[in-house]
């Protein structure tokens, strides 16, 4: 167990999402840290209102006059011509003194670091960050706290905190993903809607089949295989705590207040209940109300280990609040049940006959009754009651028994947890020690000190002190008189009195001088602290506009792309058929890119036979533990590593570093190459990874033809490989479709490894089956079944100097391997034009090609 003697109450920050300006006086009426929020730029949530950039002096003075940080969500990945607007709202942000920014995008935080030494960052969890070398990889860019993947244990997060010592931010509710943050690109593929634009398109709540060698697994009433249940770990707050998490992220910037209100006030309490000694947990009544406000169900996601299980039920996408019972008998006017929550007159039902993609009745509670009589208020839990709908509400021929019904609303809760912030009172008040000096013929001289900032301020009378001829002033007038501070944010909690004689002013007077102090002492709370600024970062430094037609002015300055001439080619492979194919060719390198690392050794063997280089690909994600794999890799002695999270980066980089140190004689480090998964979507980005070690880098899927020339422009391009062609890897998840649906297990040490006996695959609505496949982490990735192929835009890759070209497979065989090569080929050299391999491969592969998001 950690050592958490030291840690204090102050030490645990409780962090709320606002969507807007209700949902941020909600957050801190009820008892949140700090608030992070977006504007209606650079924000992973597109769909919420989001504040203006204007508005955040306003929202900084309102969060610090009651002592709570305001952290601004920038986690997106920013592209070539946003980097000038993006710089503006940095600039914004630190003269309005937001305490953080959370940042994806390592270009960006590399921009803000050429503007502010000292500007806080907090590493996004779309940054993918899920060990301690991942934490390590971005100190050299002075990140304040990171914010871990949803993916981490509790005992990956305890070891990340202390092998890494950075300040843990973890997601403790809410919806969950089930695809690693920043590793989506679901909505990208099908929609042009780009997770990492803040624009997902939730295609993992869309329902799918099972298909398991081809062949349509029964399912049942179990459709939606890629939808987790909501993540709740209030009674997990001890853990927490212990594993030296120090920030409670609480999901929800597209969620109403009430929703923020109920989930911060009941977070709250499970804190303030730890630091005071009481170890019980949440009450039933604080689930059902957290229940009542969002859930699809609850889970603890993976704080608890991997329980594929638990993580998925299948039968429903949206939430349903708090389960009631299920229909026992249909009356003419309602229904019987046996009821395991409370219900009262106005509550909303909806009776679920499980297919959640028709039609589903559903209203109000007209009326409960027993025996035919009328029951008056809540009923509790326990008995079997009449429950009568409003006729126009319910089409009770509609209704079947079995069928489960949830309680959707519940007005009364709403109206009490409105009512917390819904109020002219202040939301918070503090505690302020005065000392009051004088004498006769001098100004009373008044010390005001707000004991929570350790902030003072001197008000004197503006008339000397008279003598007293009857009642002076003394410690019970002054207290009366001092005292009366409701409506202000303060409560007076000490006051010293030196008084010299019996002295005496008006209480009008008296009334002013506290009036006075309370506003400056206000006004000190809502100043904002100070960053200090490096020479030429005004926004207003020259900037030069991209080259393309009607591109806006972008930061950086155009590179001098040499058009080239002899290009090179690259596969990526995934089978042995395929690098024995591959080998055959003029392709310049191989990239392996295998289910298990035991196949490794023959592809290595294949290409030194055929005097092909090889590089073997690292896995997408990173967990602590998890360095035996790429030490195994580098004992393979590939000539290259293909690099796809900054976590191995690190590793490899420290590992280059100390061969370098040793000087250790015949030991060559691998190339490095830097995959899509590093999300470089601007030319800082390039330079930031390039600067670091990387000797190739490759740009991010994210990118459409524009973004991706506008990029290029600007960018060292000498030194980029571009994907050409591949499946697109949508999803990328630790939960486990073989797992979950193809073997009784609950994780990797019980299902009975499915996945090396049948291949899955998940058919949409529209019949595509989208491959499922699994990695040595026994992580899935599902890939589009469409090819997507960028031949059409060769071109003009070539001219802004772009050297390298891969070429990627699924499950292609040798013979398709060997055709799809040539045709690439044959574009590069220039002997056939894009559109005719783009056309080529449309008539020859059965599901047709895609352009995918080049052409969004």
Request: overall charge negative; glycine content about 8%.
């Amino acid at each position: 167990m950690t050592d958490t003697a030291g840690i204090r109450r102050e030490d645990i920050e409780l962090l709320a999402p606002a969507g807007d300006w209700e949902c941020m006086r909600a957050a801190v009426a009820n008892g949140a840290n700090a608030v992070f929020f977006g504007v209606e730029k650079f924000n992973a949530r597109a769909r919420a209102n989001n504040f203006k950039m204007a508005e955040l002096p306003e929202i900084m003075r309102f969060l610090h006059r009651y002592g709570v940080k305001g952290f601004l969500t920038f986690n997106i990945l920013v592209f070539e011509d946003e980097l000038r607007d993006a710089r503006i709202l940095v600039d914004a942000c630190i003269e309005a003194g937001v305490d953080a920014v959370i940042v994806q995008d390592l270009g960006l935080v590399k921009m803000i670091r050429e503007m502010s030494p000292d500007f806080p960052i907090h590493g996004s969890t779309q940054m993918t960050i899920t060990s301690p070398e991942a934490v390590e990889f971005t100190k050299p860019f002075g990140l304040e706290r990171v914010v871990l993947g949803r993916e981490n244990n509790l005992k990956q997060i305890r070891k990340i905190g202390e092998q890494a010592k950075l300040p843990m931010e973890v997601f403790v509710h809410g919806a969950l993903c089930v695809s690693y943050s920043g590793q989506c690109l679901t909505s990208e593929v099908w929609g042009g809607r780009s997770a990492n634009r803040g624009e997902c398109a939730q295609a993992c709540r869309l329902p799918y089949d099972l298909m398991v060698d081809g062949v349509h697994k029964p399912m049942g009433d179990i459709a939606y295989l890629l939808s987790p249940k909501d993540l709740a770990a209030i009674d997990l707050v001890p853990e927490l705590i212990e594993a030296g998490v120090t920030s409670f992220k609480i999901e929800g910037r597209l969620k109403s207040p009430e929703y923020v209100a109920n989930v911060v006030s009941k977070y709250r309490r499970a804190i303030d209940k730890y630091f005071a000694g009481d170890d019980e947990g949440p009450t039933e009544e604080e689930v059902r109300e957290l229940q009542q406000s969002f859930s699809r169900g609850f889970t603890h996601g993976f704080l608890e280990g991997t329980n594929n299980k638990q993580l998925v039920d299948g039968t429903f996408p949206k939430s349903r609040g708090v389960y009631l019972g299920r229909v026992e008998k249909i009356m003419k006017d309602g229904v019987i049940c046996s009821i395991e929550a409370p219900l009262k007159r106005g509550d909303g039902l909806v009776f679920d006959a499980g297919d959640p993609t028709k039609k589903e009745e559903g209203g109000r509670v007209y009326d409960l009754r027993r025996g035919g009589l009328k029951l008056d208020g809540e009923v509790e839990q326990g008995n079997r009651i009449e429950i009568v709908m409003g006729r126009n509400d319910v089409d009770l021929t509609r209704l079947h028994e079995g069928d489960r019904i949830w309680k959707t609303s519940d007005p009364a809760l709403d109206r009490r947890l409105r009512s917390t912030f819904e109020t002219e009172k202040p939301y918070r008040t503090f505690p302020v020690a005065v000392t009051v000096e004088g004498r006769v013929g001098a100004a009373l001289r008044t010390l005001w000190t707000d004991l929570d900032k350790g902030t003072t301020v001197v008000v004197s009378s503006s008339m000397p002190l008279e003598e007293a001829q009857k009642r002076p002033l003394g410690q019970e007038v002054l207290e009366e008189q001092f005292g009366r501070l409701g409506g202000s944010l303060y409560w007076l909690e000490q006051l010293q009195v030196s008084l010299e004689g019996d002295v005496i002013v008006p209480k009008s007077e008296l009334n002013r001088i506290r009036r006075e102090a309370a506003e400056q002492l206000e006004l000190l709370r809502e100043q904002p602290p100070r960053y200090a600024r490096l020479p030429g970062a005004s926004v207003a430094a020259p900037a030069r506009a991209a080259a393309t037609a009607g591109a806006v002015v972008s930061e950086g300055r155009e590179s001098e792309a040499v058009a080239v001439a002899s290009p090179r080619m690259t596969a990526l492979c995934r089978t042995l058929e395929q690098v024995k194919a591959a080998v055959q060719t003029d392709v310049a390198m191989i990239y392996a890119d295998f289910e298990f690392i035991k196949q490794f050794p023959d592809a290595i063997a294949i290409c030194r036979e055929a005097g092909k280089p090889i590089a073997l690909a690292t896995p997408r994600i990173h967990m602590p533990g998890e360095n035996g794999y790429h030490r195994n890799i580098l004992n393979l002695k590939p000539d290259a590593v293909l690099v796809r999270n900054t976590g191995a980066l690190y590793y490899y980089l420290k590992e280059r570093a100390a061969r370098q140190l040793d000087g250790r004689p015949g030991e060559k480090h691998p190339t490095l190459i830097g995959d899509f998964s590093l999300n470089v979507s601007n030319h800082k980005t390039v330079e930031l990874f390039r600067d670091v070690g990387l000797d190739w880098v490759t740009p991010s899927y994210d990118l459409n033809i524009q973004q991706m020339v506008d990029m290029l422009r600007l960018a060292d391009t000498s030194r980029l490989e571009l994907v050409l062609h591949q499946h697109m890897p949508m999803f990328h998840t630790e939960h486990c479709v073989y797992c979950t649906f193809m073997s009784e297990g609950t994780n990797f040490t019980n299902c009975g490894r499915p996945c090396e006996e049948s291949r899955a695959s998940l058919q949409d609505r529209i019949g595509m089956n989208h491959p499922v496949r699994v990695d040595e982490g026994c992580r899935n990735t599902v890939y589009n079944a469409i090819e997507q192929s960028g031949a059409e835009y060769v071109t003009n890759f070539l001219e802004l100097g772009v050297p390298s070209y891969r070429i990627e497979f699924l499950e292609e065989t040798g013979e398709k391997v060997h055709e799809v090569l040539q045709l690439y080929r044959d574009a590069l050299e220039g002997r056939v034009t894009g559109t005719e391999v783009w056309k080529k491969l449309k008539a020859t592969n059965q599901l047709g090609v895609t352009r995918g998001q080049l052409v969004k």
